[in-house]
């Protein structure tokens, strides 16, 4: 699972990395569920009492990772622990990344709504001058996983209500 991962963004080019990363997803157990799409995996949150997934996708600008959902509050919740707690995303995915062995600096993590109105947090995952392989595709989506499910609602909430 190291080799290089070419970038071209046809099917055909991404599928064979996809069901790795898919493959990889599921036997880590940290989701509630593996989606294989056609262009991208979308691992579904464990324990999150709202809709949320982490997906890995093919673009012209390389592999990108990100966390989704439609659920405005559980995107509130996770900015204001953001705010409160001072910590840059990128840090936290960062340190995440550092106990899988990775070390390097993490790009930005975008954050916006998107067209289809979810709430994303996403980044390329690049190395400079070269290719990024598979397990490190598979250490960002795992990464994100960890460090998103420490904010907000996203690890199940405090269950106060």
């Given at each position: 699972?190291?080799?290089?991962?070419?970038?071209?963004?046809?099917?055909?080019?991404?599928?064979?990395?996809?069901?790795?990363?898919?493959?990889?997803?599921?036997?880590?157990?940290?989701?509630?569920?593996?989606?294989?799409l056609s262009?991208?995996?979308?691992?579904?949150?464990?324990?999150?009492?709202?809709?949320?997934?982490?997906?890995?996708?093919?673009?012209?600008?390389?592999?990108?990772?990100?966390?989704?959902?439609?659920?405005?509050?559980?995107?509130?919740?996770?900015?204001?622990?953001?705010?409160?707690?001072?910590?840059?995303?990128?840090?936290?995915?960062?340190?995440?990344?550092?106990?899988?062995?990775?070390?390097?600096?993490?790009p930005t993590?975008?954050?916006?709504?998107?067209?289809?109105?979810?709430?994303?947090?996403?980044?390329?995952?690049?190395?400079?001058?070269?290719?990024?392989?598979?397990?490190?595709?598979?250490?960002?989506?795992?990464?994100?996983?960890?460090?998103?499910?420490?904010?907000?609602?996203?690890?199940?909430?405090?269950?106060?209500?």
């Open positions: 699972m190291t080799n290089p991962v070419p970038t071209p963004c046809t099917p055909e080019a991404t599928q064979p990395t996809l069901a790795a990363l898919a493959a990889a997803a599921t036997a880590r157990g940290t989701f509630a569920g593996v989606e294989s262009d991208r995996i979308r691992c579904h949150a464990k324990d999150c009492p709202e809709p949320a997934w982490y997906e890995v996708h093919a673009t012209d600008r390389g592999w990108t990772v990100r966390f989704a959902t439609p659920d405005r509050w559980l995107s509130e919740s996770i900015e204001s622990d953001l705010m409160h707690f001072g910590d840059p995303i990128e840090e936290l995915v960062e340190e995440e990344l550092a106990e899988l062995g990775w070390r390097g600096k993490v993590i975008r954050h916006f709504r998107d067209d289809a109105k979810l709430y994303t947090f996403e980044n390329v995952v690049s190395v400079e001058g070269t290719n990024p392989s598979t397990e490190l595709i598979a250490k960002f989506l795992f990464a994100y996983e960890a460090a998103f499910r420490a904010l907000g609602d996203v690890g199940g909430g405090d269950d106060e209500q």
